[in-house]
């Protein structure tokens, strides 16, 4: 296992179609976190998971975003009638549950979506 | 909620030299972390440091080390012997707790000169 992986890598669609995304974690990380990264800014987080269970949804999901994690391994992002808006790059982390201190986070290397 | 700022957008440096990277949070939390991650252009995100709040000891991995003041709320990077593979965003990171999201600042773009 090499790390997180996220496909597509970059996304071109026209506002108003649906996007999904896959990230793949690394195969024992229990946690998966979805962020989303502007241009000039620091990535902001999306929601997150333990296993297949999706604990927090920031208030920045707005109902045409969905994710879903159903065996507890890869996720999904999809979002709904597309916005140019939601151009960004969304990246994904995971992380293992263990002793403290142990606590990195791992990233992807994002998608980049465009709305045209 | 929690806050990071970075209060410098771009930073540069002379190869060999040393640079402080300046990170101040906010919170109410006494249980968290600090984190400093590194973005080079078009690669991934990769942890640099990383700091327990409980911890009076200033981290220190290799070329880098923190300044973290508890009471001020800061948390700066120091990278000594600057390469030019340092050159990067470098983005500043809060965690509640041992393990949950990350709240980051805005980043600082570091230019490495030969």
């Known amino acids: 296992d090499t790390g997180v992986s996220q496909n597509p890598r970059h996304k071109i669609t026209k506002r108003g179609q649906n996007v999904t995304f896959r990230c793949d974690p690394i195969?024992?990380?229990?946690?998966l976190y979805w962020y989303r990264q502007t241009l000039g800014q620091g990535p902001e987080f999306l929601t997150y998971?333990?296993?297949?269970?999706?604990?927090?949804k920031s208030r920045l999901l707005s109902d045409r975003f969905s994710a879903e994690r159903p065996k507890g391994s890869f996720s999904t992002l999809e979002i709904q009638r597309t916005e140019q808006g939601d151009s960004a790059m969304y990246l994904c982390?995971?992380?293992?549950?263990?002793?403290?201190?142990?606590?990195?986070?791992?990233f992807g290397p994002g998608t980049r979506l465009t709305v045209l | 909620a929690q806050t990071v700022t970075q209060s410098q957008p771009e930073m540069s440096v002379q190869e060999a030299e040393t640079v402080t990277l300046s990170c101040t949070y906010d919170t109410s939390e006494s249980d968290y972390y600090l984190f400093w991650y590194k973005q080079p252009p078009s690669r991934q995100m990769i942890l640099v440091i990383r700091q327990e709040a409980y911890k009076q000891q200033n981290a220190t991995e290799n070329r880098f080390s923190v300044n973290f003041q508890k009471a001020a709320k800061s948390f700066s990077l120091k990278i000594s012997d600057s390469q030019l593979g340092d050159a990067a965003m470098y983005f500043c990171a809060y965690m509640r707790g041992s393990n949950y999201k990350l709240t980051f600042g805005k980043g600082t773009l570091l230019t490495v000169n030969p």
């Open positions: 195969s024992e990380h229990n946690r």
């Open positions: 982390a995971s992380s293992a549950i263990s002793r403290r201190g142990d606590n990195e986070q791992f």
């Open positions: 998971f333990q296993n297949e269970a999706q604990l927090e």
